[in-house]
C-alpha cells in the first residue's frame, strides 16, 4: 500500500480481481507509457538498495 500511496503501484481488491478486470488494467497500463514511467520513478523512490543484504545481517546479527 505504501508503494501505491506513492503512485508507484496498483493495489486490486482480491474480490474485484478477476481475469477480466486484470486484463483491462494490464492493457490500460500497457497503452499508457507516461503513466507506466511515473509510476516506474514513484516506485523507486519507495526501494531501498540491498534490503534483502540488511535484512539477512540483521538476522544473523540477532544469531550471534
Known amino acids: 500500500r505504501a508503494v501505491e500511496a506513492m503512485g ?3 493495489c486490486v481488491p482480491e474480490y474485484g ?8 488494467l ?13 509510476m516506474a520513478n514513484a516506485s523507486v523512490t519507495c526501494g531501498r538498495p540491498n534490503a ?13
Open 26 to 38: 494490464v492493457v490500460g497500463l500497457k497503452s499508457d507509457a507516461d503513466r507506466l514511467e511515473r
Open 52 to 64: 534483502a543484504e540488511h535484512v539477512a545481517q540483521l538476522a544473523l546479527d540477532l544469531v550471534k
Open 8 to 10: 508507484g503501484a496498483l
Open 17 to 24: 480481481l478477476t481475469a477480466s478486470a486484470l486484463s483491462v
